[in-house]
């Protein structure tokens, strides 16, 4: 019922930015459901990485990239976007747009994802 669409993944310098952005499109509405980013680089887990409300009010973005990353939802455009900046090598993964069940983020799965795309930092 959501289909997502991640674009705006590339090669960086470490110290650099870069902004994801995701369409979301499908019969249920943007803003009926929270949104948010994952991320998984390889032999690893994939790992949570940030997550809106449906209003974009309530966010959560975990430790390892707070005060770097700012998630953002725009929900004329059926949008959200993940702006990172002072990027690190660590931070070389392939990103995934999530869709979760709920309109706020619990801990839950997200129930829809997007195809993702990659972002690679060099040092």
């Known amino acids: 019922q959501v289909q997502l669409a991640e674009s705006g993944g590339g090669l960086v310098q470490a110290g650099g930015s870069l902004r994801l952005s995701c369409a979301a499109s499908?019969?249920?509405?943007?803003?009926?459901?929270?949104t948010g980013w994952y991320r998984q680089s390889p032999g690893k887990e994939r790992e949570f990485v940030a997550a809106?409300?449906?209003?974009?009010?309530?966010?959560t973005v975990t430790d390892s990239v707070k005060g770097r990353f700012t998630i953002s939802r725009d929900n004329a455009k059926n949008t959200v976007r993940l702006q990172m900046n002072s990027l690190k090598p660590e931070d070389t993964a392939v990103y995934y747009c999530?869709?979760?069940?709920?309109?706020?983020?619990?801990?839950?799965?997200?129930?829809?994802w997007g195809q993702g795309t990659q972002v690679t930092v060099s040092s």
């Open positions: 999530a869709a979760f069940e709920d309109k706020f983020y619990s801990g839950a799965n997200p129930v829809y």
């Open positions: 499908g019969r249920r509405a943007f803003n009926t459901y929270a």
């Open positions: 809106a409300s449906w209003s974009g009010i309530t966010v």
